[in-house]
T-cell receptor, first 115, second 114 residues
Framework: DSGVTQTPKHLITATGQRVTLRCSPRSGDLSVYWYQQSLDQGLQFLIQYYNGEERAKGNILERFSAQQFPDLHSELNLSSLELGDSALYFC??????????????FGNGTRLTVT | AQSVTQLDSQVPVFEEAPVELRCNYSSSVSVYLFWYVQYPNQGLQLLLKYLSGSTLVESINGFEAEFNKSQTSFHLRKPSVHISDTAEYFCAVRRVFGNEKLTFGTGTRLTIIP
C-alpha cells in the first residue's frame, strides 16, 4: 500500500459531461502530481501542486483543472469530456522538498471511460 | 528537458530465464533514475532507484539495474524470472535539482511463458 488514496476507482460518463477525481496524498507529503495514462500517449504528466499552490504544469488541457485544498487532498476536474479523455488517471505524492530525493508514490488510479 | 526511451514495448521470456529491459535517457542536467512496475489492474509501484553512489542498485525481489552515465542507460535485469514478474515496467527520470516531477518511458510489457 503506497498510502496514496484515489477515488473513485472507476468512472463511466458521457461525452460533454464533467467529472471530479479525488486524491489524498501520503501522510506528511505536501506535493501532489496528476498523471494520465492512455494507450497511445503513455504516462503523461498533467500538473503538480505543492502545499496548495500550483508548482508545475505539463500537458494539461484547458478543459482540465486541478486544485489542492488546505488539508492537502487534491481534485482533478475534467469538463466537456471527449471520447479521447478515456484513460487511467494517477495521482502521486512526495514530500515536495526540492532538495529531497524521495521518489513519487502512486495511487491505484481512477479509470475514466467516456461513452 | 528530459526524455526516456524504452525500445522494447513487449518482451516475452520463458520462466526461470534471464531478462533485460532496456532504458536509455537524455538529459542536459544530472538526473535521478527509477524503475516502476505496474501489475495488471494496479497502480505504479517503485521497484528501484538510482540516486548516487554505487551504480548497481537492487530490489528486494531480485531485480537489479545499472546506471551507465557514458551510455546514458539504466537497464533492468533479473537472472531468473517468475510468473509473478508478469507486469509492465516503466523507466523514469527526474532532475536532481529543480522540479521533482517524473518523466516516464513508454513502458515494456514483460510476459513470462510457463
Amino acid at each position: 500500500d503506497s498510502g496514496v488514496t484515489q477515488t473513485p476507482k472507476h468512472l463511466i460518463t458521457a461525452t460533454g459531461q464533467r467529472v471530479t477525481l479525488r486524491c489524498s496524498p501520503r501522510s506528511g507529503d505536501l506535493s501532489v502530481y496528476w498523471y494520465q495514462q492512455s494507450l497511445d500517449q503513455g504516462l503523461q504528466f498533467l500538473i503538480q501542486y505543492y502545499n496548495g499552490e500550483e508548482r508545475a504544469k505539463g500537458n494539461i488541457l484547458e478543459r482540465f483543472s486541478a486544485q489542492q485544498f488546505p488539508d492537502l487532498h487534491s481534485e482533478l476536474n475534467l469538463s466537456s469530456l471527449e471520447l479521447g479523455d478515456s484513460a487511467l488517471y494517477f495521482c502521486a505524492s512526495s514530500p515536495g522538498d526540492r532538495s529531497s530525493n524521495s521518489p513519487l508514490h502512486f495511487g491505484n488510479g481512477t479509470r475514466l471511460t467516456v461513452t | 528537458a528530459q526524455s526516456v526511451t524504452q525500445l522494447d514495448s513487449q518482451v516475452p521470456v520463458f520462466e526461470e530465464a534471464p531478462v533485460e529491459l532496456r532504458c536509455n535517457y537524455s538529459s542536459s542536467v544530472s538526473v535521478y533514475l527509477f524503475w516502476y512496475v505496474q501489475y495488471p489492474n494496479q497502480g505504479l509501484q517503485l521497484l528501484l532507484k538510482y540516486l548516487s553512489g554505487s551504480t548497481l542498485v537492487e530490489s528486494i525481489n531480485g531485480f537489479e539495474a545499472e546506471f551507465n552515465k557514458s551510455q546514458t542507460s539504466f537497464h533492468l535485469r533479473k537472472p531468473s524470472v517468475h510468473i509473478s514478474d508478469t507486469a509492465e515496467y516503466f523507466c523514469a527520470v527526474r532532475r536532481v535539482f529543480g522540479n521533482e516531477k517524473l518523466t516516464f518511458g513508454t513502458g515494456t510489457r514483460l510476459t513470462i511463458i510457463p
